[in-house]
Structure formats: structure tokens, C-alpha cells
């Protein structure tokens, strides 16, 4: 059974780092597109991030791009997000997901499987 475990949300202050890790189990996704995506409080979720398997390429919201740092370690099978500057509106539950295939796509449908999220809150 494949699962995807998210960590590393929490509180921090406008301006502040965090990292969230998505440790993949039950197969690996080496060779396949992972991405991230978040869903703030009453509104729907949207994509932030996305990675390929071979190429490594990545992809980001324009509302991220220089701020967040996507990037893979394929030896443990964990995704990562490397969260800089953050600002109160970076607030929300953040969703690892991954793709049974390796093309990127910023839309949900191309996700086969997802995380159970973790909570991001930056106060200001």
C-alpha cells in the first residue's frame, strides 16, 4: 500500500524558514512526478509545486517562485520543500502528492496519490 507522510509544518513568523518532508512508502517514485500543493481556510486547494523523476525539472506557483525550493532525495524516497521569507498568506495545509507517471502538471489530476497534509501557519 503506498502512503505518503508529510512533517515539518508548524508556527512560524512572517519572514521564516520551515521545511516540510513527504517520506513515500510501499513503492518508489524515482522515476515519477511528485508534487506539492496547499489549501488555505476557505478556499480551494491550488498547486505550489511540482518535480519530475528523471530530469529532476521543477515547477512553481508564480506566488512562491524564489521563495519555496522544491527538490527530491530519490535514495530515501522523500520529497521536500524548502520554505524561505514565508508571509501570513503562505497559511494552510500543505499536500504531498505523487504520479504514477513522469510528465508535470500544475493540476490535481495528475496526482494518483496524497498525503494526509501537514499545517503551515505564519503569523505576522
Known amino acids: 500500500q503506498v502512503q505518503l507522510l508529510e512533517s515539518g509544518g508548524g508556527l512560524v513568523q512572517a519572514g521564516g524558514s520551515l521545511r516540510l518532508s513527504c517520506a513515500a512508502s510501499g513503492r518508489t517514485f524515482s522515476r515519477n512526478t511528485m508534487g506539492w500543493f496547499r489549501q488555505a481556510p476557505g478556499k480551494e486547494r491550488e498547486f505550489v509545486a511540482a518535480i519530475t523523476g528523471i530530469s529532476s525539472n521543477t515547477y512553481y506557483a508564480n506566488s512562491v517562485k524564489g521563495r519555496f525550493t522544491i527538490f527530491r532525495d530519490n535514495a530515501k524516497n522523500t520529497l521536500y520543500l524548502q520554505m524561505n521569507s514565508l508571509k501570513p498568506e503562505d497559511t494552510a495545509v500543505y499536500f504531498c502528492?505523487?504520479?504514477?507517471?513522469?510528465?508535470?502538471?500544475?493540476?490535481?489530476?495528475?496526482?494518483?496519490?496524497w498525503g494526509q497534509g501537514t499545517q503551515v501557519t505564519v503569523s505576522s
Open positions: 502528492a505523487a504520479s504514477d507517471g513522469s510528465i508535470w502538471s500544475r493540476g490535481e489530476r495528475l496526482y494518483d496519490y
